[in-house]
């Protein structure tokens, strides 16, 4: 297993170009289930989860062809398997996402549970309750969701309990191939939903209501889409991840290819600590500030502030002036990064889902270790300014995620180089 070893204290500076999103590829490359005709997709993030989900596609029976490692051609038109293996969907829980393409297209698949992970237990009870709504008979057998609609699926009001990123994505595929109208409400707006949602348009499925939260879509009752060529997003997590890498060691970045639209509540919150931000049409500054002021997140969807940047600010927060609240009201275990942060001297309390952080103390290197891939990004991040050295173990988990990290980094001056454990 690969490890990170990185030496803190050195300003940063320079420009970083931002990936295709994640959370945008995953959807994108399970929407290819629905599509009849030779698919393109560029952009896509050179990262383990896109590689994951293309295995399994693969292993469904698509042909995948790697034009480069950011840009596939995809044909599933001659699907033969609807079985989402436990072995393949174990390692990545956003398999889900190929549910509801397979059981609107073929009437029946089985898709294994995905599991929980370190953040929490993530149940899919919205995703299955949305398909036994547009008519699915669906039972639990094995760790196995089995889903039956020899039929095909009905449109119907699906109104989620929970507003859910990769349930209303599900939705959104099942219904694009349903017979009859679905509406979605409480349905998420991230980008990445929006992004979804335009790709199935122009693919010739009608929707309404796009980046709001009530979805009408006409389904074409089971006739294959023909998409277009895809672009995927820039990866909004990711970018926020670099404004704190400028922001927490207090230097001047340029962020290229990326959506400032994409990262208002973020931007915000570093203008409010005492950030420089300058954002243009694809490009985004951010510059020093003379005194960095304690601040208070509370997590929420879209267009509120990111919990995928929770542990980043936590970080953050470290190098602020006074106390900061972190307040994480999606996920019930995505504070495993504190006790990291701990190891590396930070002063941080929590009281429930609140975590207090008092900035100021000086952190020093250590051995520490990841648990989830955005807690990982935050141990990078405390790590640029810890002094000395600090090693960070199970960097697989932040492969799942970050194209290049060590590489990008380094490219912006900082000290960081990946070794094999002895
Ligand atoms: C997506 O996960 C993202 N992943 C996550 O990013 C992100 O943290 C999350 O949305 C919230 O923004 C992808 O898009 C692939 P949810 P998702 O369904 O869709 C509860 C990363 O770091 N819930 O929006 O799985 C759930 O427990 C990852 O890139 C149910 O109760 O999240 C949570 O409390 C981590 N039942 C809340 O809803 C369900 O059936 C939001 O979860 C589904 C969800």
Same mark, same amino acid.
């Given at each position: 297993?690969?490890?990170?070893?990185?030496?803190?204290?050195?300003?940063?500076?320079?420009?970083?170009?931002?990936?295709?999103?994640?959370?945008?590829?995953?959807?994108?490359?399970?929407?290819?289930?629905?599509?009849?005709?030779?698919?393109?997709?560029?952009?896509?993030?050179?990262?383990?989860?896109?590689?994951?989900?293309?295995?399994?596609?693969?292993?469904?029976?698509?042909?995948?062809?790697?034009?480069?490692?950011?840009?596939?051609?995809?044909?599933?038109?001659?699907?033969?398997?609807t079985k989402a293996?436990?072995?393949?969907?174990?390692?990545?829980?956003?398999?889900?996402?190929?549910?509801?393409?397979?059981?609107?297209?073929?009437?029946?698949c089985e898709v294994?549970?995905?599991?929980?992970?370190?953040?929490?237990?993530?149940?899919?009870?919205?995703?299955?309750?949305?398909?036994?709504?547009?008519?699915?008979?669906?039972?639990?057998?094995?760790?196995y969701i089995v889903?039956?609609?020899?039929?095909?699926?009905?449109?119907?009001?699906?109104?989620?309990?929970?507003?859910?990123?990769?349930?209303?994505?599900?939705?959104?595929?099942?219904?694009?191939?349903?017979?009859?109208?679905?509406?979605?409400?409480?349905?998420?707006?991230?980008?990445?939903?929006?992004?979804?949602?335009?790709?199935?348009?122009?693919?010739?499925?009608?929707?309404?209501?796009?980046?709001?939260?009530?979805?009408?879509?006409?389904?074409?009752?089971?006739?294959?889409?023909?998409?277009?060529?895809?672009?995927?997003?820039?990866?909004?997590?990711?970018?926020?991840?670099?404004?704190?890498?400028?922001?927490?060691?207090?230097?001047? $970045?340029?962020?290229?290819?990326? !959506?400032?639209?994409?990262? +208002?509540?973020?931007?915000? #919150? &570093? %203008?409010?600590? =005492?950030?420089?931000?300058?954002?243009?049409?694809?490009?985004?500054?951010?510059?020093?500030?003379?005194?960095?002021?304690?601040?208070?997140?509370?997590?929420?969807?879209?267009?509120?502030?990111?919990?995928?940047?929770?542990?980043?600010?936590?970080?953050?927060?470290?190098?602020?002036?006074?106390?900061?609240?972190?307040?994480?009201?999606?996920?019930?275990?995505?504070?495993?990064?504190?006790?990291?942060?701990?190891?590396?001297?930070?002063?941080?309390?929590?009281?429930?889902?609140?975590?207090?952080?008092?900035?100021?103390?000086?952190?020093?290197?250590?051995?520490?270790?990841?648990?989830?891939?955005?807690?990982?990004?935050?141990?990078?991040?405390?790590?640029?300014?810890?002094?000395?050295?600090?090693? $960070?173990?199970?960097?697989?988990? !932040?492969?799942?995620?970050? +194209?290049?990290?060590?590489? #990008? &980094? %380094?490219?912006? =001056?900082?000290?960081?180089?990946?070794?094999?454990?002895?």
């Open positions: 297993m690969d490890y990170l070893q990185i030496k803190g204290g050195r300003a940063l500076g320079g420009e970083v170009e931002i990936s295709g999103a994640k959370n945008s590829a995953l959807p994108i490359l399970a929407s290819a289930l629905l599509c009849e005709n030779l698919l393109r997709i560029r952009n896509l993030p050179n990262v383990a989860d896109v590689k994951t989900l293309a295995k399994l596609l693969e292993h469904l029976g698509s042909e995948i062809e790697w034009v480069s490692p950011n840009e596939i051609l995809i044909r599933s038109d001659r699907i033969i398997h293996i436990y072995d393949i969907v174990r390692k990545m829980r956003a398999s889900i996402l190929v549910l509801g393409p397979l059981l609107a297209r073929f009437g029946k294994s549970l995905p599991g929980g992970c370190a953040i929490g237990a993530r149940p899919v009870d919205l995703h299955i309750k949305a398909m036994e709504k547009m008519g699915a008979d669906i039972s639990i057998e094995g760790g889903a039956k609609a020899p039929n095909g699926l009905k449109g119907s009001d699906i109104i989620f309990d929970k507003i859910t990123v990769t349930g209303t994505e599900n939705v959104l595929m099942a219904a694009a191939l349903a017979k009859g109208e679905t509406k979605i409400i409480n349905a998420a707006k991230e980008p990445e939903v929006i992004q979804l949602c335009e790709i199935l348009k122009k693919a010739g499925v009608e929707i309404q209501g796009i980046g709001s939260n009530e979805l009408f879509v006409r389904g074409t009752d089971r006739e294959l889409l023909k998409f277009e060529e895809i672009s995927v997003i820039p990866d909004r997590i990711e970018a926020g991840t670099y404004l704190c890498a400028g922001a927490i060691t207090n230097s001047s $970045i340029l962020l290229k290819n990326v !959506l400032p639209l994409h990262l +208002e509540a973020v931007t915000n #919150k &570093l %203008s409010e600590i =005492g950030f420089g931000i300058e954002a243009k049409e694809n490009t985004l500054k951010i510059t020093p500030a003379s005194k960095r002021k304690a601040f208070e997140i509370i997590t929420t969807e879209y267009p509120g502030f990111p919990t995928d940047l929770q542990a980043q600010f936590m970080a953050l927060a470290t190098q602020c002036d006074g106390s900061s609240s972190i307040e994480e009201r999606l996920f019930e275990n995505r504070f495993m990064h504190v006790s990291e942060l701990q190891r590396l001297g930070a002063n941080i309390t929590l009281r429930g889902n609140v975590a207090k952080i008092t900035g100021g103390e000086t952190l020093i290197g250590a051995d520490v270790m990841a648990t989830d891939l955005r807690a990982s990004s935050a141990l990078v991040l405390a790590a640029l300014v810890a002094l000395g050295q600090t090693q $960070i173990h199970r960097i697989y988990h !932040l492969d799942r995620g970050y +194209e290049r990290l060590e590489e #990008k &980094l %380094s490219a912006l =001056g900082a000290q960081i180089t990946r070794l094999k454990e002895k």
